[in-house]
């Protein structure tokens, strides 16, 4: 099968609106946590999250596009063109048919929704809507819209595994790229889940941290005060493409994609299987793939949103992938720092990966003074500051409600 490389990336997110401005703050170990300025949370328990900063949509998008998506899609379209912008690829020496969009969200466009819906029940019960509310909602606009602002017209949808959804949606191009079904893809996902149903339902699950009077240190991964995950937004865009199509017009390749692989807990709604076991298979068969050992692996972006149960479920998981043999190894939670992307986590933590691999730099996880004693001491975390390491190998795992697990492989070139 054919060799898969990233050429191209771009992202928009709580630490930066560039990649290079989100790697420097995720090295520099800064938190993307404030006070949520989006709506009124005088009555939410969960009252910050973390939001984009100084996010100016006419960058890269013009007016009538800003009028006809959610903001979710608009952040999808920005990530988007910086990456293809990063990639270099001159879009008309290729065929439309070979270059092709697989995006990712987990909850579509909710804000559109909440606000039409707000409206309605607020106004005189006649039935007024804005006539884009439904492209607006519609969780496969962001790919749509992609592929109409650049004239892409290879194989094109969203795919959706909750907080898995861009892991999947990187799989899927992998794949279709491995079979020769296209040449190039734009890969990632984006997500705009600070609004009222959204922190209102998680926080009615319990799943979020209620640290109001210190949002900053309140995402801490492995820690034994850990209380759930900050809500985060935003969107990260890769770039596939096939390997000897980006050799033979020169283009800069990061790191190739070695691996991939998914499975299901078929366990609970919401909370993973307490022993890691779909993880574990998951992250065995990724490594299988990528013709690697355990002990090969330099860096892992762990999954660890900082709630009680998931992230022991993921370090059962590592125990039984790694068993013990950490020589190798370093680890880190970067949610600690950009919050929850939902359906764009797993985007906005390959960026992080592939740099990891092109910088020998571990990004670190920050906030966690106590580490909760049931992780064994031998786990390797980069606590606090980034570290020097040497990276070849790369690993990102994500996880999703409903027993979803994606993990992905990068190595370097």
Not at 253 to 280: F, K, L, R
Not at 281 to 295: D, F, G, Q, R
Not at 307 to 327: H, Q, W
Not at 375 to 396: Q, R, T, Y
């Amino acid at each position: 099968m054919k060799r898969v490389v990233i050429t191209g990336m771009g992202a928009v997110t709580p630490l930066g609106n560039t990649v290079e401005e989100f790697w420097e703050n995720a090295v520099a170990g800064k938190s993307g946590a404030g006070p949520i300025t989006k709506f009124d949370t005088t009555h939410f328990k969960t009252k910050f999250a973390c939001e984009l900063k100084n996010f100016d949509p006419t960058v890269h998008l013009d007016r009538n596009e800003i009028k006809r998506t959610d903001p979710f899609t608009q952040y999808a379209m920005y990530a988007s063109t910086e990456a293809l912008d990063d990639c270099g690829l001159n879009l008309e020496s290729v065929s439309p048919f070979d270059v092709g969009v697989i995006w990712a969200c987990g909850q579509g466009g909710l804000y559109t929704l909440e606000n039409e819906i707000r409206d309605y029940a607020r106004g005189e019960m006649i039935p007024r809507f804005n006539p884009f509310m439904v492209p607006k909602m519609l969780a496969n606009m962001a790919s749509g819209m992609i592929s109409m602002k650049f004239g892409l017209m290879g194989i094109n949808y969203t795919a959706i595994s909750a907080c898995a959804s861009a892991n999947t949606a990187i799989m899927d191009a992998f794949n279709y790229i491995r079979l020769g079904k296209a040449k190039v893809f734009v890969a990632g996902g984006s997500e705009a889940g600070i609004t009222e149903a959204s922190v209102g339902g998680f926080s009615s699950m319990k799943a979020m941290s209620t640290r109001n009077d210190d949002p900053q240190s309140a995402s801490r991964p492995f820690d034994t005060g850990r209380d759930g995950f900050i809500m985060g937004e935003g969107a990260a865009a890769l770039i596939l493409e096939e390997y000897e199509h980006a050799k033979a017009r020169g283009a800069k390749i990061y790191a190739e994609v070695v691996g991939a692989s998914m499975t299901a807990d078929a366990y609970h709604i919401s909370s993973p299987h307490p022993d890691g076991v779909g993880a574990s298979h998951a992250m065995k068969s990724t490594l299988a793939e990528a013709k690697s050992n355990p002990e090969d692996v330099n860096y892992l972006n762990v999954h660890a949103t900082s709630t009680p149960v998931g992230d022991l479920s993921e370090i059962r998981a590592m125990e039984t992938v790694f068993n013990g043999k950490y020589d190798n190894l370093k680890i880190s939670a970067t949610k600690s720092m950009t919050g929850h992307l939902l359906g764009a986590a797993g985007a906005v933590e390959a960026i992080l990966a592939v740099k990891a691999i092109e910088e020998n730099i571990i990004p670190p996880t920050i906030n966690t003074v106590d580490l909760d004693p049931e992780i064994p001491s031998s786990v390797p975390i980069v606590l606090g500051e980034a570290i020097d390491h040497k990276v070849d190998l790369a690993m990102s795992n994500t996880f999703g409600f409903g027993g979803h697990n994606a993990i992905v492989a990068f190595r370097g070139v």
